[in-house]
């Protein structure tokens, strides 16, 4: 899991993740409270390559860059979404790297009712679509983007995705 709304909301997961039966043991939490050290993050990503740990959570600014996940690694999980393609990207490669036993690795965006959630990623997607394009000498995707972005955002999607019941909104 990779939350940077609050290091408390780590605990919060951790709660859930026990009520649902996974043992305390084997959930490993990486952020500057819990593991302010990198000996630090670097003992917990070795406890989750060697099966001792389920379950890892963490924030982008501490497990981001340099701890390594990738060796069972089944399942990732963005509670929040980052403002860049690249950081999803580096979200990823904790675990969608060489050396994973696994042949998949699902990921999962985590969604909150009545927030800009849905859009958010929506933008990210886009953007990361735009870019790779751009990289692979797509020249007409920038006309694509500019045509995306000219209108703004529709007030009825928008008020949709404001209301406590976004589902019930858009019936």
């Known amino acids: ?10 605990e919060k997961i951790k709660k859930c993740l026990i009520q649902m039966g996974i043992k ?6 990486i ?3 819990t593991a302010p050290k990198s000996s630090d993050r670097h003992r917990i990503g070795k406890l989750f390559n060697e099966g001792k740990l389920k379950v890892v959570i963490g924030n982008d600014g501490i497990i981001g860059q340099g701890v390594n996940l990738q060796e069972d690694t089944s399942g990732i999980h963005h509670a929040s979404l980052p403002w ?8 990823n490669g904790r675990g969608l790297r060489q050396g994973n036993q696994r042949a998949e690795v699902n990921i999962c965006t985590h969604f909150s009712k009545g927030s800009f959630d849905a859009m958010r990623h929506e933008a990210l997607m886009r ?4 870019i790779g394009d751009l990289w692979r ?6 006309v694509n983007m500019e ?8 007030p009825g999607e928008l008020q949709i995705l404001l209301s406590p019941d976004p589902e019930a909104a858009r019936l």
């Not at 000498?137 to 920038?142: D, F, I, N, Q, V």
């Open 31 to 33: 952020n500057g409270v």
């Open 137 to 142: 000498g797509k020249a007409e995707s920038y």
């Open 84 to 91: 860049t393609p690249a950081d999803i990207t580096q979200r």
């Open 147 to 154: 045509a995306d972005t000219k209108g703004g955002i529709d």
């Open 1 to 10: 899991f990779t939350s940077d709304k609050f290091v408390k909301s780590h």
């Open 127 to 130: 953007k990361a679509n735009w």
């Open 24 to 29: 305390e043991t084997e959930i490993g939490i």
